[in-house]
């Protein structure tokens, strides 16, 4: 009589829950995008096969523990089972992340362009103020520029870095973002890195010509017009430096998801509390 069993059931009783999620995990990366994942996940045979890994790696611990107190076999495989929730409800976490805040992220950018257009456009047009309060206009306007680039370039950063970090501390390395989120993610950054580079490019120019014009009452726009530089590499730092206690808070949201699928409402909530997902 044939056997009938999908590969992935075939191999699940020689599975730890750790190695399952990392399975489901390689199984959804074959789909380049997370609608397509998703719309496989949602039928019945599939979904139905994914809960079996779980009743799997319980049968795996029962057969390793034979013979020893029942107690100790019951918290072994509970211990298992919130292992594989916790990745789990983690990956996906990290996954659904820059997808749900893709339109976000593209607004964004969109308006940084959209800001460097209208004052490109007024500055085309002819001169209606003194020059000294055009000056000052200028850069008022650059530095509205330089925080929203700034906070942009942030998210995009602090998107790809914890995905990375994630990947690696907890899913062996795994690329944790599906293909098509990934790319429209470097993407998103080469564009505004280039975005930035171009207004650095335009602002250290006016400071050429101010430095250049001999005029000292012009002078004192310099440091006005250096300060609306652009620092890509401390905008990575500060997100790196931010990393520890982003990866701790996801992991801390993943532990929610499993304190609130056993019911452990207390807990749960302790945690919303103190990352502000509800009010104290």
């Known amino acids: 009589m044939p056997n009938n069993k999908s590969r992935l059931d075939k191999i699940s009783t020689q599975l730890t829950s750790r190695q399952h999620v990392y ?59 919130r292992e594989g929730q916790f990745l789990f409800s983690l990956n996906s976490r990290v996954a659904f992340s820059f ?44 530095k509205t520029w330089k925080h929203r680039a700034t906070r942009h370039l942030y998210h995009l950063y602090h998107e790809k870095l914890l995905a990375e970090a994630i990947g690696n501390k907890h899913f062996d390395g795994r690329q944790l973002l599906f293909e098509n ?34 005029y000292p009452e012009f002078q004192e726009f310099i440091p006005k017009y250096r300060d609306c530089l652009i620092d890509l590499e401390s905008i990575l730092a500060e997100v790196k430096a931010d990393l520890p206690a982003a990866i701790e808070r996801e992991e801390q949201m993943a532990k929610m998801d499993v304190y609130s699928g056993e019911e452990q409402h207390d807990k749960a909530r302790a945690i919303m509390k103190q990352y502000g997902a509800i009010s104290a």
């Open 23 to 81: 399975k489901l995990i390689d199984k959804s990366r074959e789909f380049q995008t997370m609608d397509d994942f998703i719309s496989w996940f949602l039928e019945e045979e599939n979904q139905a096969e994914i809960a079996d890994v779980f009743v799997h790696s319980a049968e795996l611990i029962r057969d390793q523990m034979k013979g020893k107190p029942d107690e100790r076999i019951q918290e072994a495989m509970k211990k298992s089972y």
């Open 181 to 214: 989120d990934r790319q429209k993610l470097e993407l998103f950054i080469m564009q505004a890195e280039k975005m930035a580079e171009n207004q650095n490019d335009s602002v250290e120019t006016s400071i050429g010509m101010l430095e250049e014009s001999g």
């Open 99 to 142: 997808h749900s805040e893709f339109y976000r992220h593209a607004y964004n950018g969109l308006m940084l362009v959209d800001l460097m257009r209208q004052w490109m456009l007024e500055s085309n047009q002819p001169e209606s103020k003194p020059v000294m309060e055009g000056l000052q206009h200028i850069t008022t306007n650059l």
